[in-house]
């Protein structure tokens, strides 16, 4: 019906009908399944990083099948230790020849099992960089070397939260999304949305709490 991304232009399966349409959607499903609107929350939030940084060869074929429900991307940017703290990041990529490599762990991931690709952030530079070491890439799940568990998260089990573990994990280098040790600089842009997507959801769940 159009309800996932309609922000996203035309020639990635969106509708072009900007972030504030989005918004109305986004919050009118909440209003009747605050767990139903996470997919639209997931769709949008990665669907503007994919969009924005990604190749267009590689994600528009993936954007297509996001808009029309056929996929879940997932965003993987908490670790055990340091939460979501960017500068703090642990999990490797290294560069070996045309692929990068991943090793460690994600975890508090919302849809973990349940996701087709995943937008994964990792530290490509060295530990002082901070968050300008961060370099953010797009990765199937199918891929070998990638393993996930699942929560008992009580509320909300339709989505649902888990671990990714990644063990030499390969994807091509046409998989990076925006420049290399600046992807979650680069990245964060598309946050500011979700967030704004996140006080829709909680502000219709409260109507109808109320």
Same mark, same amino acid.
């Given at each position: 019906?159009?309800?996932l991304?309609?922000e ?7 509708l ?7 918004g109305?959607?986004?919050? #009118?499903?909440?209003r009747?399944?605050?767990?139903i609107?996470?997919l639209?929350l997931?769709a949008?939030l990665?669907g503007?990083i994919l969009s924005?940084y ?12 996001? *808009? ?5 991307c997932?965003?993987?940017l *908490?670790?055990?230790?340091g ?8 999990l490797?990529i290294?560069?070996d020849?045309? #692929?990068?490599?991943?090793n ?5 991931i919302s849809a973990?099992d349940?996701?087709?690709?995943t937008?994964?952030f990792g530290?490509?530079g060295k ?5 300008h070491g961060v ?8 891929t070998?070397?990638i393993? *996930? ?5 009580h509320g909300q ?7 990714i573990?990644?063990d030499?994990?390969r994807v091509?280098?046409s998989h990076r999304?925006?420049?290399e040790?600046?992807?979650f600089v ?6 500011d949305?979700s967030?704004s997507l996140?006080g829709l ?8 709490a109320?």
């Amino acid at each position: 019906m159009g309800f996932l991304c309609p922000e996203l232009p035309e020639e990635f399966g969106g509708l072009g009908m900007g972030c504030l349409a989005a918004g109305v959607i986004h919050e #009118e499903i909440a209003r009747a399944d605050l767990s139903i609107s996470y997919l639209n929350l997931l769709a949008s939030l990665n669907g503007q990083i994919l969009s924005k940084y990604g190749k267009p060869e590689v994600v528009k074929p993936w954007l297509k099948k996001l *808009t029309q429900g056929e996929i879940i991307c997932a965003i993987a940017l *908490t670790e055990p230790r340091g939460g979501s703290d960017a500068a703090n990041l642990r999990l490797r990529i290294e560069q070996d020849g045309d #692929e990068y490599v991943i090793n460690g762990e994600k975890t508090s991931i919302s849809a973990a099992d349940q996701a087709d690709i995943t937008v994964v952030f990792g530290r490509t530079g060295k530990a002082e960089d901070g968050a300008h070491g961060v370099t953010a890439l797009l990765v199937p799940m199918d891929t070998k070397g990638i393993k *996930t568990n699942r929560f008992d998260c009580h509320g909300q089990r339709a989505i649902g939260r888990g671990s990714i573990f990644f063990d030499n994990v390969r994807v091509p280098l046409s998989h990076r999304l925006g420049d290399e040790n600046k992807g979650f600089v680069q990245v964060m842009h598309g946050f500011d949305f979700s967030r704004s997507l996140i006080g829709l959801q909680c502000l219709a769940v409260a109507r109808v709490a109320l």
